[in-house]
């Protein structure tokens, strides 16, 4: 079957580091997607990997790994604007998004 | 520059009731998909339409229509409203079908069935 795993919900300290972790089993694999969801908002698109390696875009980042089918979001700097659901999503062969169940980020002062 | 855009935001119905959701975009996408989303699940795809007068079944599409009459539109109508269709539900839209990945997201519509 077709299933996106990631951590239910992490901490981390505000100026600091975080990486979010997902690993993904899809039917076939057209790219895997990250997506920021505030609290009682929509999500927004974050990121997009479908060959394998580091795609930087400002503080965030996402790297893909086909081989492991793993993939994970960088978010570094962190701000409190940061505190967020983290929406991991693999594209399977027919082109329909698999979703994860999404990690809540909590940042502390 | 509305983008995707939802109504009604919110709503309670009674068990039996039906009512529809209305999805309207305004930057002439073909694709236009309904989600639901629910405490501890990713995502699930209820139906999509990939241009106009074309619907099609997701994941989760008992108990739930659509239609697709016009381009910016993708209507969403439960008949017969059950508990169990208690959710925060999204429309979405995209451009193409190889830029179906990045989602243009509504603000999203809550529903409880008591």
């Known amino acids: 079957g077709q299933n996106i795993d990631q951590p239910t919900e992490m901490t981390a300290t505000e100026g600091a580091i975080v990486q979010i972790n997902c690993t993904y089993q899809?039917?076939?694999?057209?790219?895997l997607f990250w997506y920021q969801q505030h609290a009682g908002e929509a999500p927004t698109f974050l990121s997009y990997?479908?060959l394998d390696g580091l795609e930087e875009k400002g503080r965030f980042s996402s790297f893909l790994s086909r081989s492991k089918g793993y993939s994970y979001l960088l978010l570094k700097e962190l701000q409190m604007k940061d505190s967020a659901s983290y929406l991991c999503?693999?594209?399977?062969?027919?082109?329909?998004?698999?979703w994860g169940a999404g990690t809540k980020l909590i940042i502390k002062p | 520059n509305a983008g995707v855009t939802q109504t009604p935001k919110f709503r309670v119905l009674k068990t039996g009731q039906s009512m529809t959701l209305l999805c309207a975009q305004d930057?002439?996408?073909?694709?236009m998909y309904w989600y639901r989303q629910d405490p501890g699940m990713g995502l699930r795809l209820i139906h999509y339409?990939?241009?106009?007068?074309?619907?099609a079944k997701g994941e989760v599409p008992d108990g739930y229509n659509v239609s697709r009459l016009k381009k910016q539109n993708f209507l969403l109508g439960l008949e017969s409203a059950a508990p169990s269709q208690t959710s925060v539900y999204f429309c979405?839209?995209?451009?193409?079908?190889?830029?179906?990945?990045?989602?243009?997201f509504g603000e999203g519509s809550r529903l409880t069935v008591l």
């Open positions: 339409s990939v241009g106009e007068g074309t619907t």
């Open positions: 990997n479908v």
């Open positions: 899809t039917s076939g694999f057209n790219g």
């Open positions: 979405a839209s995209s451009l193409l079908a190889g830029d179906v990945g990045e989602l243009f």
């Open positions: 999503a693999g594209m399977d062969s027919n082109y329909q998004l698999i």
């Open positions: 930057m002439n996408h073909e694709y």
